[in-house]
C-alpha cells in the first residue's frame, strides 16, 4: 500500500482494519528490523512499530495508541453524554420532542466538518497537537453544558461539544505515524472500534454519576449539571497527558515529518476525482450511514425510549442502553472477521452478501424493537439489532479497501461522513417531531435501513463480479486499479504501489485459482 | 378432588380476570370536590410557594358511594398545554399507561369530612401549568373516583409554576475557571515546547 508519507489518504491508511495485514505483527524477512533502535518493540527503518502488544504502555508506540484510544473514546462520552439524562434535562429546561430530536441532530453534525478540518490540522501541526488542540479547546463546551437554560442554548452546546468527534481523525493518523502499515488495519480497527464504545459507556456513566450527586444532596436540576463536570474534566485529563506523554513521532521529532510532509506525491485534486466519480464510493456512503449512522442515532434515543415505554429507572434504562453501543467491544471486529472470512471462500461476492446479511438483519431487528410490546423481547431485540448495525459497519470497511487503492483515503472520509450525515437524516425524520412516537422512529428507521442496504446489490467489479453477476473474463485487478491512473501518470510510474496491490488483491476471487498473467501494454477499461 | 381441583381453577381464572381488567379514567365518577389555593394563571415559584388544597365528598351523590374508598392521593398533573409536542406526558385513558400526573403532592387515609393540607411546590417540579386532581384508592390500590380543580376539558382554573433554574453561581464561577484552566494550559504547553524546539536548534 502507499506508504508514502504526507501523501493525500495517506492518514487514513489502515482505518478500514481489513487491509491485506498481519494481525498483530509482521516477521522479519517481509519488513527489516532496525536492530540499532533501542525500543520496547520490534520497529523498521522508520522506527514504526512492528508489533502490536495490546497490555503495554511502553514509550512511544503503545502508549500512543492508548493515549489514542482514550481521548476518542472520552469525546464520544461527552457526544452522548446528553442522552441518558435527557428525562431530566427535558424537564429542566421545558423541551419539545422537536428541541430534543434537534439537539440530537447537531450533536452529530458538527464532526461532518470537523473531521475534514482536522485532516489539514494533523498535516499542519502533528496529530499530538491536533488531539491535544480538539480534547481541550472542547472541554470549555463541556462545562457549559452547566449554564444552559433554553431550549435554543441546549442544541448550540450539543453541537459545540460534537465537533470533538474529529478526534477519530487524529487517532488513526497518529497511529499511522507510529505502525508499521502491515499491522495498522488491526490496531487502527482496535481503536476505533474502542473509541465508538464510549457512547455506550456514557449511558452508563452519567445516570450513575447523576445518581451519585442527587445522593449527596443536590436537586435534580442541579444534580445533572454537575454530572457534566466529570467529562469535561476527562477532557482536560486527557489533553495535559497528550501533551506531556505524547509524541509525533517514534523518535519525537515533529519538523522531521512536515519535511516529509511536503513532498506531497500525488495530487489531491486528481484522488478527489477518482474517489468521487467512483459510483461505489457513494454506495457505501449510504450504506454506512444506515450502519454507523443508525449506532448514533440509537445512542441518542435509546436510553429515553426505554425510560418512558417501559417507566424504568433512570440508571436501569442507562444500563440496557449501555449494552448498545457496547457491543462495540466484539460486533465491530466481528463484521471485520465475518467478511474476511467469507471472502475466503466466495471472494468478494462473500463480502457483499457478509455486509448486505448482517446490515439487512440489524434493519430487521430495528423493526422488530420498535413493535416490542414487552420488556424482555424489546432488550433481545435490541442487542440483536446493535450486533447487526455495527457488525456491518466493520463489514463495509471490509470491502472500501478495494473500492480505489488511490483514493483510499478520500473515500473512507466521505464514508465516514456519510454515517454521521445518515445519523442527522435519520433524527430530523424519525425522531424530531411528535408525528411519529420513538417506536414508530424506530419501526421506520428498521424499514429505512433494509431499503438503503439494497443497492450494495448493484456494487460490481469488473474482475470478481457483484452479488449476483459474474465477474467479466477480461478485466484482472491490475486493469481495475491502473484504470485510476491517466497514461501520463503511468508513464511516470506513479501506479506502482496499485499494482502491488492489485496483485496482492487477487485473494478477493475466492476459492478459484488465484492467480492470472497481466496482458502487458493492455488499455485499461475505466468502469 | 375434581370439584376442589375445578374451583381452584376458577377461582385462578377470575383473579387473573380480575387483575387484567385495567383501571380506566373514564369509568371513574367525578364524586370528590376538590379546592386548590392558586388562582386561575397564578404564577407559582418551586421551593417557595405553597398550595393548600381542600377535599371532600360530593353530597350530591347517594350515600354509601364511598363505602370502597380507602385513600385519598392528590396529585399536580399537566394541563394540556403543557403536553402538546411532549409524548412523555400524554394523558391515555388506561390509567397504569397515563402519564398526566406525575408528582404526588399527599396520601392521606380517606374521611368523608372535609380534609385540608397545604404543600410547599417541590424544587424538582418542571415550569409547566398545572391543574390538581384527587384519586381515591380502595383497599387494591386501585382508582375508583376521582375529583380536579378543572373542568372536564381541563381548560378551567389552571395555574403555572415557575421551576428553579438549577443553576448556581458556583456552578458558572467553576465552568469559567475549569475552561479558562483548559485554555491556558494547552497554550502554555504549546509555547513551552515551542520555545524548547527553538533552544534545541
Not at chain 1, 317 to 340: C, E, K, Q, V, Y
Request: glycine content about 8%; hydrophobic content about 45%; charged content about 15%.
Amino acid at each position: 500500500m502507499a506508504g508514502i508519507e504526507g501523501s493525500p489518504g495517506s492518514s487514513m491508511h489502515g482505518v478500514t482494519g481489513r487491509e491485506p495485514v498481519h494481525a498483530f505483527s509482521v516477521a522479519s524477512p517481509i519488513v527489516p528490523t532496525d536492530t540499532t533502535a533501542k525500543f520496547d518493540l520490534p520497529v523498521d527503518s522508520e522506527h514504526k512499530a512492528k508489533k502490536f502488544k495490546l497490555f503495554s504502555l511502553a514509550n512511544p508506540h503503545m502508549r500512543t495508541f492508548h493515549l489514542s484510544w482514550i481521548s476518542f473514546f472520552t469525546c464520544f462520552v461527552s457526544t452522548f453524554a446528553a442522552a441518558p439524562l435527557v428525562p431530566i434535562i427535558r424537564d429542566n429546561l421545558n423541551l419539545t420532542k422537536s428541541d430534543i430530536g434537534n439537539a440530537g441532530v447537531a450533536s452529530v453534525s458538527g464532526s461532518i466538518f470537523s473531521r475534514l478540518v482536522m485532516g489539514a490540522v494533523c498535516d499542519l501541526l502533528g496529530p499530538r497537537y491536533g488531539c491535544a488542540f480538539l480534547v481541550m479547546l472542547s472541554a470549555p463546551t463541556v462545562f457549559c453544558m452547566s449554564l444552559v437554560s433554553s431550549a435554543g442554548g441546549y442544541v448550540a452546546v450539543r453541537f459545540m461539544i460534537g465537533f470533538s468527534l474529529a478526534t477519530f481523525v487524529s487517532c488513526q493518523y497518529w497511529m499511522s505515524t507510529m505502525f508499521n502499515s502491515k499491522i495498522i488495519g488491526t490496531v487502527n480497527g482496535t481503536a476505533a472500534g474502542w473509541g465508538n464504545m464510549g457512547g455506550g459507556a456514557t449511558q452508563l456513566i452519567m445516570p450513575l454519576l447523576y445518581d451519585i450527586i442527587k445522593k449527596t444532596g443536590s436537586t435534580p436540576f442541579t444534580a445533572w449539571r454537575i454530572a457534566f463536570f466529570i467529562p469535561g474534566w476527562l477532557h482536560i485529563i486527557m489533553g495535559i497527558l497528550v501533551m506531556t506523554l505524547g509524541q509525533d513521532l517514534p523518535d519525537g521529532n515533529l519538523s522531521a515529518l512536515q519535511k516529509k510532509g511536503e513532498v506531497a506525491k500525488d495530487q489531491f485534486g486528481r484522488v478527489l476525482w477518482y474517489a468521487v466519480t467512483n459510483y461505489r464510493t457513494w454506495i457505501f456512503v449510504l450504506l454506512y450511514g444506515y450502519s454507523m449512522g443508525v449506532e448514533l442515532s440509537t445512542d441518542n434515543v435509546i436510553a429515553e425510549y426505554f425510560y418512558d415505554r417501559f417507566d424504568l429507572k433512570l440508571h436501569l434504562a442507562g444500563i440496557i442502553a449501555a449494552t448498545f453501543g457496547m457491543a462495540n467491544l466484539l460486533a465491530r471486529p466481528f463484521g471485520g472477521f465475518a467478511s474476511d472470512y467469507s471472502a475466503r471462500y466466495f471472494g468478494m461476492r462473500g463480502r457483499l452478501w457478509t455486509l448486505w446479511i448482517l446490515q439487512t438483519l440489524g434493519g430487521v431487528f430495528c423493526l422488530l424493537l420498535g413493535r416490542a410490546d414487552s420488556l424482555p423481547l424489546a432488550v433481545a431485540f435490541m442487542i440483536i439489532f446493535s450486533i447487526g448495525a455495527q457488525a456491518a459497519c466493520g463489514a463495509t470497511f471490509g470491502v472500501i479497501p478495494f473500492v480505489s487503492r488511490r483514493s483510499l483515503g478520500v473515500i473512507s472520509g466521505l464514508a465516514g461522513a456519510g454515517g454521521n450525515f445518515g445519523s442527522g437524516l435519520t433524527q430530523l425524520l424519525f425522531f424530531s417531531t411528535s408525528k411519529y412516537t420513538t417506536e414508530m422512529g424506530l419501526e421506520y428507521m428498521g424499514i429505512m435501513i433494509i431499503c438503503c442496504t439494497l443497492p450494495v446489490m448493484l456494487v460490481h467489479f469488473p474482475q470478481w463480479g457483484s452479488m449476483f453477476l459474474p465477474p467479466s473474463k477480461k478485466v484482472s485487478e491490475e486493469h481495475y486499479y491502473t484504470a485510476e491512473y491517466t497514461e501520463e501518470e503511468v508513464q511516470k510510474g506513479m501506479h506502482h504501489n496499485s499494482l502491488k496491490f492489485a496483485e496482492n488483491s487477487r485473494s478477493e476471487r475466492g476459492n478459484r485459482i488465484a492467480s492470472a498473467p497481466t496482458p502487458p501494454n493492455a488499455t485499461p477499461n475505466y468502469v | 378432588m375434581a370439584t376442589n381441583a375445578c374451583l381452584v381453577v376458577s377461582l385462578w381464572i377470575s383473579c387473573l380476570l380480575a387483575t387484567t381488567h385495567a383501571a380506566t379514567f373514564s369509568s371513574l365518577q367525578r364524586t370528590l370536590v376538590l379546592t386548590a389555593s392558586p388562582q386561575a394563571g397564578q404564577v407559582l415559584k418551586a421551593g417557595e410557594d405553597n398550595i393548600t388544597l381542600a377535599w371532600s365528598l360530593n353530597t350530591t351523590f347517594a350515600s354509601g358511594i364511598d363505602s370502597t374508598y380507602k385513600t385519598i392521593t392528590v396529585e399536580l398533573c399537566y394541563a394540556p398545554i403543557s403536553q402538546k409536542d411532549r409524548g412523555w406526558r400524554k394523558t391515555v385513558d388506561e390509567l397504569a399507561k397515563d402519564k398526566t400526573c406525575q408528582h404526588n403532592i399527599v396520601k392521606k387515609p380517606y374521611t368523608s369530612s372535609n380534609t385540608t393540607f397545604t404543600w410547599t411546590v417541590r424544587k424538582d417540579v418542571p415550569g409547566a401549568t398545572y391543574f390538581v386532581r384527587a384519586y381515591a384508592l380502595d383497599s387494591a390500590g386501585k382508582e375508583v373516583a376521582f375529583g380536579q380543580t378543572t373542568d372536564a376539558h381541563k381548560t378551567t382554573n389552571l395555574f403555572e409554576v415557575e421551576a428553579i433554574t438549577g443553576r448556581h453561581v458556583s456552578l458558572d464561577i467553576a465552568s469559567a475557571c475549569f475552561s479558562a484552566f483548559s485554555i491556558v494550559s494547552l497554550l502554555g504547553f504549546f509555547f513551552m515546547d515551542k520555545r524548547k524546539a527553538k533552544s534545541s536548534k
